[in-house]
Structures are given as structure tokens and as C-alpha cells.
């Protein structure tokens, strides 16, 4: 690749001013740059820079702003899906090195308390070290390997999401470094452009280094449980009952999956119990029973102190309510940050498997509650009957829980569901070619394109502007705005495809 002379002087300004950590030397750090989790995008940078102090990183956007051509792309655990956090030809910055370790505790008014942390810093890090101080992020993702900046430039939802909102919403401050290189401190109340902008952002308006996230108590234990249905009707409404019903009358955490109705290891009943000496008993399955099946899966916090007993009263007076198939009901009491590291576990079973390395293919969907059933039918009882070799997630949340002054799109509907198909490569009987996942991803958005559902793509990568346009409506003008504001020259992120 020609680089020109400028660019050339800038990247020897950038070696010689900054304390680099790494400038992608060892081809197989080079390498990282040039890869995600989707495996299925690689475009070489100019640089991968490991870099410690946020004040350097601020000299190199600045410095990459009076370059010819210069982008930059800050990359937190390179968990995206389609190339999001790469820069061809650019400067990609490992943000995980920058200003890496620094937490602290901030205490507002009355018992509020805040986690003041790196952007670069992973979740699970930042969840260790809140329990050590006996408190807790009170939303969280279902996979915590994923950076602070990472999922606040998008939204970070999971199961407490229905109560709190997305990550998005549990943010008092960021420190932002705009694409003039200019280090920024923005709340609601100070340079709000700037904090709304950079939140579900997709890195566009700057590259968040800080961010107080609220905190709450954190619980000692949780009761996990899974509920399995056979009727799509019946689970969604007991799911919507749950999250409409005020806290204290409902679970601290609410999800869906889908199964497959059969005995696949990976994608049918196997799958459902929480712990190896519990087995599904396939025979409560109805006859009537259709090719898939739906899983509630809820948890309740509590203390060690708490009494068992009163914890049982507590659970069973709210599975009462609920008309999951009987008999079909796992519980298992684990610790609170054994439930938040689920995933890692199954990330590990996924390694063993070699699947974890493989081409990953993504689809999230935020569609609203009135489409849900039809959904169901074209999508999950049709194109996606023989599983996905992952997890196929569907549950409810509340809109207003999302803050719309974000960047964020959502569907018009109070109620709208977080449909996530994820697909981690395991096995599969037929497995799809990565073309044929994308052709299904491509007849799961025409199903709703053609039906006119209330619908919005989640973490997704469109390849034009025209439909980058469409996607944020009427949100496009602001968010065009805030571009020629905080990154006039369009040098951030460019992976995401919005502006050249
Ligand atoms: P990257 O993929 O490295 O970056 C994502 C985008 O953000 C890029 O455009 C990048 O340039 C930009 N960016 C990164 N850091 C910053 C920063 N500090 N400042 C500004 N821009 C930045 N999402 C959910 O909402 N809920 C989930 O439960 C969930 N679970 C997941 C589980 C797995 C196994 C995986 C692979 C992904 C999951 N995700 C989930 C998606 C995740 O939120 C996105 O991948 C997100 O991009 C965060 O990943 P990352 O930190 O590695 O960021």
C-alpha cells in the first residue's frame, strides 16, 4: 500500500512525541488489529498502537487531524462482528492499554456511588472490582470480555435491561477524546452534545477513555431458573408480565431463549438444565408441541444471610403466575459473579470445540411486541428450525428505560423485544456455509422489511450511507450534526461504514 508523504511524517512525529507501548511490531500483535470476533472481515491498518496515557492519545487523533488521510480506530476487545473497529490503512488503537488499571470510587449525593474507570477496561474487570467494594454495575451485558467504550458506543443490553435500561442509561460522565483531538469532560449537564452523541455513537464523535458507570449493591447469590414453554403466546405474555411488574413484584433479571425441540446437545433440551445431575424429562412435551421450544430464564438476588426458605416462598409465589410447561423447571442457587461470567464458561466449552476461532455471523434485532408472534412463525419456526449452533435470544424491555437523547435508534413500540441470533459455531447438523448464515440474516430483515415491522437493526454494519440514513430516521440530521461538530474530517472509526 502507497503511504503519502504526510501521513509518512505524521506516523514518525507519532514514534518519536509518545510513549508507545506497542506499535504492532510482532506480526501476530499487528495481526489482532486486522481481526475481530465475527471472523469474517480483515483489513490491515497502518498501526496498531499500544498506547498508556489518554493525553498521548489525544496527540495522535490531533495529529492524525491535520494529516492528509489518516483515520482512527479505537478497538476495545475487538468483539465486534464486521470489521467495526478496524481501520484500512489507519491507526488502530488497542484501547485496553490506555490509562489500563485506573479505577476509582466516586460517591454522590446520598448513597449513590459511581465506578470511575477506563474506557479500555473490560467489564468482568470492572465487576471484580466493584464486588470488592461490596457493589455491583446495575446493567449489565450477558458477557462481560467486552470494553466499557466498546459497548457504551452501542447500547449493552441483557437481562437487566427490562428494569434499568442499557448500559447507556447507567452513565453519569465520560471523558471523550473528539476527532480533533481535543479531551473532553461531558455529563447530562456539561457538553451534553457531546455525552448523548458519543453514547450508542458507534464511535463516531469521539474515543471515550472514561466513564462513571452507576453502581448499586451488589447481591451475594442468585437463584437462576429456567422455564420451558411450548406455546409462543403464552411465554411472551408471562414474560411481559414480568417485566411490566414493579421491582419487588418480579425477578432482577429476565431473558429468553429458543431450543430446538429435539434431542441436539448444543441447540435442543440438552442445552436447557442449569447443572449435570438435572435432566429434561422430553415426555412433558405435548404432542401438539411445534419444532421449537422457549426457554424463560429469570433470576432472583439475594444475600447469604437470607434465609433459603424465604427465598423459595419468594420464588414460588412468582412462579405461580407463569404457565410454563410443569414439571419442565430447572433452579439452580449460584454466586452473583458466577451467573455474570455464564457466558465465559460457555465461551471456554466453545474453545474446546474450536468454535470459538470460527466464522461468527450475528443478527440483533430490536422489534416491537406487536410483531413478535409473525416473527416467531417466518423466523425461528421456519428459516432457524434446525438451531444456529449458538444462542437464539428473545425477551422483552421497556423504552422508556432507553434514554432518547442517545444516539441510539429503537423501535417506536414501549414494549419491543431484543432478538438476538448468535451464532458461536457449534455444531450443527447441516451446518450453514457462512454465505448460507448470511442469506438466512438477509431473509430474516426482508421478512420484516416486507411485513413493515416496527423493527431496528442492533450492532449491525450497513455498507452505505443511504442506509445508515434509513436506519437512524429521524435521528439521521442530529446525528449528521454532531459529526461536522466533533469529527469534521470523518477520521474516527471508520469501520463502521457512516462517513467517508
Ligand atoms: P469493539 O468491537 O472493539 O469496538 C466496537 C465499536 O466501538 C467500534 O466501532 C470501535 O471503534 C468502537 N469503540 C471501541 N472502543 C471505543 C471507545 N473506547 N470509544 C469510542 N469508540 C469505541 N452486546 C450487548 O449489548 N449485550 C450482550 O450481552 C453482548 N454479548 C456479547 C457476547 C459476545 C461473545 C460477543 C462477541 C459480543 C457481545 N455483544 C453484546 C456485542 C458487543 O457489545 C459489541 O461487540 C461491542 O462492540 C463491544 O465489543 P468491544 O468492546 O470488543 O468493542
Same mark, same amino acid.
Given at each position: ?10 506516523i514518525?512525529c ?10 504492532? +511490531?510482532?506480526?501476530t ?6 481481526k ?5 472481515v ?10 498508556s ?5 489525544? !496527540? ?41 488499571g ?9 448513597s ?24 455491583s /454495575? ?16 452501542? +447500547? ?15 452513565? +453519569? ?23 448523548f452523541?458519543?453514547?450508542? &455513537?458507534?464511535?463516531?464523535? &469521539?474515543?471515550?477513555?472514561r466513564?462513571?458507570i ?7 447469590m442468585v !437463584? ?15 414474560? =411481559?408480565?414480568?417485566v411490566?411488574? /414493579? ?24 442445552s436447557? /438444565? ?18 421449537m421450544?422457549?426457554?424463560? =430464564?429469570?433470576?432472583?438476588?439475594y ?31 449460584v ?7 455464564r457466558?465465559?464458561? =460457555? ?6 470445540? &474450536? ?5 461468527h ?9 406487536t410483531d413478535?408472534?409473525e ?12 438451531g444456529?449452533g ?14 432518547? !437523547? ?6 417506536? +413500540? =414501549? ?16 451446518? /450453514?456455509?457462512?454465505g448460507r448464515m ?25 455498507e452505505?450511507q ?22 469534521p ?12
Amino acid at each position: 500500500m502507497a503511504i503519502r508523504v504526510g501521513t509518512l511524517i505524521v506516523i514518525m512525529c507519532i514514534i518519536a512525541a509518545i510513549d508507545v507501548q506497542g506499535i504492532g +511490531a510482532s506480526s501476530t500483535y499487528y495481526d489482532l488489529a486486522a481481526k475481530d470476533f465475527g471472523g469474517i472481515v480483515s483489513v490491515r491498518p497502518l498501526a496498531f498502537l499500544a498506547i498508556s496515557k489518554s493525553d498521548d492519545l489525544a !496527540r495522535i487523533v490531533r495529529l492524525a487531524y491535520i494529516s492528509d488521510d489518516l483515520t482512527v480506530a479505537a478497538r476495545g476487545n475487538g468483539h465486534s462482528i464486521n470489521g467495526q473497529a478496524m481501520a484500512e490503512g489507519g491507526l488502530v488503537i488497542d484501547m485496553r492499554s490506555v490509562e489500563s488499571g485506573h479505577f476509582g470510587l466516586v460517591k454522590a449525593n446520598g448513597s449513590t456511588y459511581y465506578a470511575d474507570v477506563p474506557g479500555g477496561a473490560l467489564w468482568e474487570d470492572v465487576l471484580d472490582w466493584c464486588l470488592a467494594q461490596g457493589l455491583s /454495575p446495575r446493567s449489565n451485558t450477558d458477557y462481560l470480555r467486552l470494553t466499557v467504550g466498546g459497548t457504551l458506543s452501542n +447500547a449493552g443490553v441483557g437481562g437487566h435491561t427490562f428494569r434499568f435500561g442499557p448500559q447507556t442509561s447507567n452513565v +453519569a460522565e465520560l471523558e471523550v477524546i473528539t476527532g480533533k483531538g481535543q479531551r473532553v469532560v461531558c455529563s447530562e449537564k456539561e457538553n451534553a452534545e457531546l455525552f448523548f452523541g458519543a453514547l450508542g &455513537g458507534l464511535g463516531q464523535f &469521539g474515543i471515550i477513555t472514561r466513564a462513571q458507570i452507576l453502581l448499586q449493591p451488589a447481591p451475594d447469590m442468585v !437463584r437462576w431458573i429456567r422455564l420451558v414453554y411450548t406455546d409462543f403466546d403464552e411465554f411472551t405474555q408471562d414474560a =411481559e408480565s414480568l417485566v411490566t411488574a /414493579p421491582e419487588g413484584q418480579s425477578f432482577d433479571y429476565i431473558e429468553g431463549i429458543v431450543v430446538v425441540n429435539g434431542d441436539d446437545p448444543f441447540n435442543g433440551w440438552p442445552s436447557v /438444565p442449569l447443572h449435570p445431575n438435572q435432566t429434561f424429562n422430553s415426555d412433558l412435551i405435548p404432542q401438539s408441541a411445534g419444532p421449537m421450544l422457549y426457554c424463560l =430464564e429469570v433470576t432472583l438476588h439475594y444475600k447469604k444471610y437470607d434465609s433459603r426458605t424465604a427465598i423459595d416462598v419468594t420464588v414460588d409465589s412468582l412462579l405461580r403466575q407463569l404457565r410454563y410447561v410443569e414439571g419442565l423447571d430447572f433452579q439452580a442457587d449460584v454466586s452473583y459473579r458466577d451467573f455474570l461470567l455464564r457466558v465465559k464458561w =460457555e465461551e471456554q466449552a466453545a474453545r474446546a470445540e &474450536g468454535a470459538w476461532d470460527k466464522p461468527h455471523r450475528w443478527l440483533n434485532i430490536f422489534l416491537s411486541r406487536t410483531d413478535i408472534a409473525e416473527f416467531d412463525h417466518a423466523a425461528f419456526k421456519t428459516i432457524l428450525k434446525d438451531g444456529i449452533g449458538g444462542r437464539l435470544l428473545v425477551y422483552p424491555v421497556l423504552r422508556r428505560n432507553f434514554d432518547n !437523547r442517545t444516539s441510539l435508534v429503537l423501535p417506536e +413500540a =414501549e414494549i419491543f423485544y431484543i432478538v438476538s441470533i448468535l451464532r458461536l459455531g457449534l455444531p450443527i447438523p447441516n451446518e /450453514p456455509s457462512v454465505g448460507r448464515m448470511i442469506s438466512q440474516d438477509k431473509e430474516i430483515i426482508k421478512v420484516c422489511e416486507d411485513n413493515a415491522f416496527d423493527y431496528k437493526l442492533y450492532l449491525w454494519n450497513f455498507e452505505t450511507q443511504e442506509e445508515w440514513k434509513r436506519h437512524f430516521g429521524k435521528k439521521w440530521g442530529m446525528f449528521a450534526r454532531r459529526k461536522m461538530m466533533f469529527d469534521p474530517k470523518a477520521i474516527l472509526s471508520p469501520g463502521q461504514n457512516i462517513f467517508t
